[in-house]
T-cell receptor
Framework: EAGVAQSPRYKIIEKRQSVAFWCNPI?????LYWYQQILGQGPKLLIQ????????DSQLPKDRFSAERLKGVDSTLKIQPAKLEDSAVYLC?????????????FGPGTRLTVT | AQSVSQHNHHVILSEAASLELGCNYS??????LFWYVQYPGQHLQLLLK??????LVKGIKGFEAEFIKSKFSFNLRKPSVQWSDTAEYFC??????????FGGGTRLMVKP
């Protein structure tokens, strides 16, 4: 079974530029999550989708971050404009559904450096 | 609000030494608790989980964890570590909506 795919793996941009990350979850997984992992910290949930609807985006900085999952499969996370403090690894995860008993599977992450 | 604390940020052990990594949580409801591991250059992967029942949970690669409700703790243990256990370990809990809250992580280095 193929795992969660993410691209790009690395991205370097200047502050105030925009950037987008892509995630393809495990086939058949209805729930998709985006996490931000700042160096030296644990991952922090940004947004959770159930199919193509948002379940929780309470920790997403909506003035600059946006995410969509239009067809209930792939998802993109965008930052516009980027700030220095957005430098982090952005992790995508998926699970069969949003019930707490279902394991989340993580992708390799996208490492973003903002200069 | 829920939170997870991991007391040790860096641990260095020699091979065959015993391991115990601390994890404490704060959450007002029923908890599901997890330990995730990230080996160098690899994805986060699940090591073990506690949902209910026996508070002593066994996971992959000889790891185990004990849920102590009275202490709000879920410490990870392994009787004898190997060089291949060098990794970063994260404790986490999830709420009813399956949102994971992670601790800050513990970097373990095992010297051969």
């Amino acid at each position: 079974e193929a795992g969660v795919a993410q691209s790009p793996r690395y991205k370097i941009i200047e502050k105030r530029q925009s950037v987008a990350f892509w995630c393809n979850p495990i086939s058949g997984h209805a729930t998709l999550y985006w996490y931000q992992q700042i160096l030296g910290q644990g991952p922090k949930l940004l947004i959770q989708f159930q199919n193509n609807g948002v379940v929780d985006d309470s920790q997403l900085p909506k003035d600059r971050f946006s995410a969509e999952r239009l067809k209930g499969v792939d998802s993109t996370l965008k930052i516009q404009p980027a700030k220095l403090e957005d430098s982090a690894v952005y992790l995508c995860a998926s699970s069969q559904n949003g019930q707490r008993s279902y394991e989340q599977y993580f992708g390799p992450g996208t490492r973003l450096t903002v200069t | 609000a829920q939170s997870v604390s991991q007391h040790n940020h860096h641990v260095i052990l020699s091979e065959a030494a015993s391991l115990e990594l601390g994890c404490n949580y704060s959450y007002g409801g029923t908890v599901n608790l997890f330990w995730y591991v990230q080996y160098p250059g690899q994805h986060l992967q699940l090591l073990l989980k506690y949902f209910s029942g026996d508070p002593l949970v066994k996971g992959i690669k000889g790891f185990e964890a004990e849920f102590i409700k009275s202490k709000f703790s879920f410490n990870l243990r392994k009787p004898s570590v190997q060089w291949s256990d060098t990794a970063e370990y994260f404790c986490a809990l999830n709420n009813a909506g399956n949102m994971l809250t992670f601790g800050g992580g513990t970097r373990l280095m095992v010297k051969p």
